[in-house]
């Protein structure tokens, strides 16, 4: 069978964008359905808070699955762990489209995440198996810029089908993506193979992912960058009571504007590419985690103070994503960076931390009780100042690491 060619000196943009069509996998899963809350609500005869409890659902088992995946990827190889996984999430999503209870959803969302999260570790595990440390920053960027595509399509595309396709019609289009994802990891280039001394045991595993925390460099950008991109989940399960709840906007506008902000991420990705020219990975991604802190704070006191209107609510909004587009591959990248061993366990506790962070926090804006936009700038200010806290105690220890595994 005829590979997708990789070149090991520069990344390829053949193979780039399928590692990144790969890991949009689990962000179309959350953001295509969100427009048919009300749909799903009515024929599953039950109500919205209900149905919102799936996302949630599926970000506990997206993390759960990062940790199991990762040691497979090292013992089995790339390939096989993902292929299997993406089994799974097929089974998964017929089971969503055959739903006729809150509770059958709830259960098949939540395994649809276990065979999900294989597409996203296996993605972030094969880019340091298909091109060299100085090219994973680039690389990084540009999965960022592909994942980045979701959100602008993906509510829109998915209110389209809700209205003329049904609710039901939504997870068949995920299903067949999962077949093309497929498709995808069958053609990719050859990576690193199996590795029988990998243990599958619970106590080598666990050993595993201590001696990767050991890192210190690991440790730092990987809390740093998992809160500073905690922002985006804050703001994917806030947006609605922003700016439906808050500003009345309709579902289709709802849909334009969520997009708008999340081309942040994008614009935010192109700025980093530039900016790597000039300046290292390390003081690229200190400075946005800076501008981050900064616009969330100034979003906070605004909201508090004055009553801040539609745009400039989402100007703050547009700034506070775009600086996680700049800072984000670049905290990837430098985690990874002195991980030489046991890089799938390594990826999976970094999608691990991630998610972690982003389904604790972006639960906050639900259990604060407040209208419109306090909540979600409340939980975002924290999220960049509990990030910069990280980044800046364990500075020293980072440029003093020369530990890898």
């Known amino acids: 069978m005829n590979t997708i060619s990789s ?22 899963t959350i953001d295509l359905y969100l427009p048919a809350f009300a749909d799903i609500a009515s024929d599953l005869r039950t109500d919205v808070p209900s149905v919102s409890l799936s996302v949630a659902t599926y970000f506990i088992g997206f993390a759960l699955g990062q940790v199991i995946y990762g040691p497979l990827l090292d013992r089995f190889g790339r390939k096989p762990p993902i292929l299997v996984g993406l089994i799974l999430y097929v089974i998964a999503t017929l089971g969503c489209l055959r739903s006729q209870t809150i509770h059958e959803l709830l259960v098949v969302r939540f395994f649809q995440a276990l065979g999900g999260s294989a597409a996203s570790v296996g993605a972030m595990t094969m880019v340091r198996d298909l091109f060299p440390p100085n090219q994973t920053a ?3 960027s540009v999965l960022m810029l592909v994942l980045s595509v979701s959100p602008l399509f993906a509510p829109t595309m998915g209110g389209w089908m809700a209205a003329h396709q049904g609710w039901r019609f939504i997870f068949a289009v995920l299903a067949a ?3 093309a994802n497929f498709i995808i990891v069958c053609l990719l280039p050859k990576t690193r193979g199996r590795d ?8 080598p595993v666990l050993r595993t992912f201590r001696e990767v925390l050991r890192i210190p460099s690991f440790r730092t950008y990987t809390i740093a960058g998992a809160l500073s991109f905690a922002g985006m989940f804050v703001f994917v399960t806030g947006s609605p009571a ?25 614009a935010g990705g192109q700025i980093n590419n530039l900016l790597m020219k000039r300046a290292s990975s390390q003081t690229i991604f200190r400075r946005a985690m800076l ?20 745009e400039m609510t989402i100007a703050f909004l547009f700034f506070i ?8 591959p670049n905290a990837a990248s430098l985690a990874l960076e002195k991980v030489t061993a046991n890089v799938g366990s390594a990826s999976a506790l970094l999608g691990f931390l991630q998610m972690g962070f982003g389904a604790v926090l972006s639960s906050l804006v639900g259990l604060i009780s407040a209208r419109g936009s306090v909540s979600t700038a409340l939980v975002m200010c924290i999220s960049a100042c509990l990030g910069w ?7 020293t220890e980072v440029v003093k690491d020369p530990s890898s595994i």
Do not use: C, H
């Open 177 to 179: 993506l999962a077949v």
């Open 242 to 266: 922003v700016f439906i709840d808050g500003f009345g906007v309709s579902k289709q506008g709802y849909g334009l504007i969520f997009a708008l902000i999340a081309g942040g991420m994008i």
């Open 321 to 328: 994503i775009s600086s996680m587009g700049i800072g984000y």
């Open 138 to 140: 680039k690389v990084f």
């Open 291 to 310: 501008f981050q802190l900064i616009m969330g704070a100034l979003f906070l006191a605004s909201v508090l103070i004055f009553d801040l209107g539609l």
């Open 7 to 28: 070149e090991r000196s520069e990344p390829s943009a053949t193979v780039v964008i399928a590692l990144g069509i790969l890991n949009a996998l689990t962000p179309f």
């Open 196 to 203: 029988p001394s990998v243990s599958l045991k619970i106590v």
């Open 389 to 395: 806290f990280v980044l800046n105690w364990s500075k």
